[in-house]
């Protein structure tokens, strides 16, 4: 099957610092890519839709200043968290999915963030 | 937003068992998937069953599906202790997103 690749896997940072999140499509274009967040032993819950190209679709309560989300290619979307607080730290989870993944939708093996 | 509802939270068994988990869901819908997700890992798909059928089997996997509930069920038969993981339901919103129910952590005992 299809893989997508996130890093870093783990990331420690300080309070207040920005702390950015890749998510790449290793074999297929995501004209699409969803970024979820995941407290322990907790659902996952949807931040963002971002499709290649233009602003990403924030749901609603999630600070779009707070977590930008860039997808500039077909490969590839970041997830930036700016001004990192202790609450910011969560497991977070890209998904992507595209025309040549057959509309499948992939899932990368997570991020977990840390703020100290 | 969160749409499938999953119970029980929390299901231990002895290996050998039967594990059944159940989701509820509030729209209409094309399709429902259930993914596993090992602690702290990604998620891995496990089975989409369309909204025009009512049962789908893959390897110990059992997933029924009623549209008039609303609801849907994933059976694995004879668990391993490597079915430990949890379990969630998830149906497809406009725009192609994936919206999660609540999981159910699933413990196989050896």
């Known amino acids: 099957g299809a893989v997508v690749s996130q890093h870093p896997s783990r990331v420690i940072c300080k309070s207040g610092t920005s702390v950015k999140i890749e998510c790449r499509s290793l074999d297929f274009q995501a004209t699409t890519m969803f970024w979820y967040r995941q407290f322990p032993k907790k659902s996952l819950m949807l931040m963002a839709t971002?499709?290649?190209?233009?602003?990403?679709?924030?749901e609603q309560g999630v600070e779009k200043d707070k977590f930008l989300i860039n997808h500039a290619s077909l490969t590839l979307s970041t997830l930036t968290v700016t001004s990192a607080h202790p609450e910011d730290s969560s497991f977070y989870i890209c998904s992507a999915t595209g025309p040549s993944s057959g509309n499948t939708i992939y899932f990368g093996e997570g991020s977990w963030l840390t703020v100290v | 937003s969160q749409q499938g509802e999953e119970d029980p939270q929390a299901l231990s068994i002895q290996e050998g068992e039967n594990a059944t988990m159940n989701c509820s869901y509030k729209t209409s819908i094309n399709n429902l998937q259930w993914y596993r997700q090992n602690s702290g890992r990604g998620l891995v798909h496990l089975i989409l069953i369309r909204s025009n059928e009512r049962e789908k089997h893959s390897g110990r996997l059992r997933v029924t599906l009623d549209t008039s509930k609303k609801s849907s069920s994933l059976l694995i038969t004879a668990s391993r202790a490597a079915d430990t993981a949890s379990y969630f339901c998830a149906t497809v919103e406009y725009g192609n997103k994936l919206v999660f129910g609540a999981g159910t952590i699933l413990r196989v005992k050896s």
């Open positions: 971002s499709n290649e190209g233009s602003k990403a679709t924030y």
